[in-house]
């Protein structure tokens, strides 16, 4: 059985020890699915929902600023330099579904799922406030990762993830 990284000999918590590892392009894209009203999406689709603003625009700057500070939010991630956040937020009429994706990219030691992580979940957290007056019962139903690169391990793609 495979240690976990972030517990030292005594089963304590510790951050891990990144200093020798090579610095290598890192990239992680994070998915995550919220699904809504048949209601709310129609008010969507036909663009008459305007009680908060935009969702779209709201939620996607709270989550490329939530990925710039996962290493503040998570207590055992590294801070590290992101050159690349991109959040795409795309409405699913026909399945009342809304799919959020964040990808971050970095050159750094680690890697940088979490900061993907972090930036999806705030992201269909904060579209969930923008739209909860309309559809208290929007349900986040998957979060993950669906794709990452860089690094000594292989290269990872989470098919339960695809759209």
């Not at 030292?8 to 992680?28: C, F, G, L, Y």
């Not at 939530?66 to 937020?89: E, F, G, R, V």
């Not at 030691?109 to 406030?129: C, H, Q, R």
Request: aromatic share 4%; proline share 4%; charged share 25%.
């Amino acid at each position: 059985m495979q240690n976990i990284s972030h517990l030292d000999k005594h089963n304590q918590p510790k951050m891990v020890d990144i200093s020798a590892k090579p610095v290598s392009n890192r990239t992680a894209i994070a998915r995550a699915i919220l699904s809504i009203s048949h209601k709310l999406s129609e008010q969507i689709e036909q663009q008459t929902l305007d009680k908060k603003g935009d969702p779209y625009q709201i939620a996607k700057i709270a989550g490329i600023m939530a990925a710039k500070q996962t290493s503040s939010l998570i207590p055992l991630c590294h801070p590290l330099p992101i050159y690349k956040i991109d959040l795409n937020i795309k409405h699913i009429h026909e399945k009342a579904l809304i799919n959020l994706e964040c990808q971050v990219k970095s050159t750094s030691k680690t890697g940088v799922e979490m900061e993907a992580l972090v930036g999806v979940n705030i992201a269909a957290l904060t579209f969930y406030d923008m739209i909860k007056s309309v559809d208290p019962k929007a349900i986040i139903i998957k979060i993950g990762v669906y794709k990452k690169n860089g690094g000594k391990n292989k290269d990872y793609i989470n098919s339960d993830l695809a759209w």
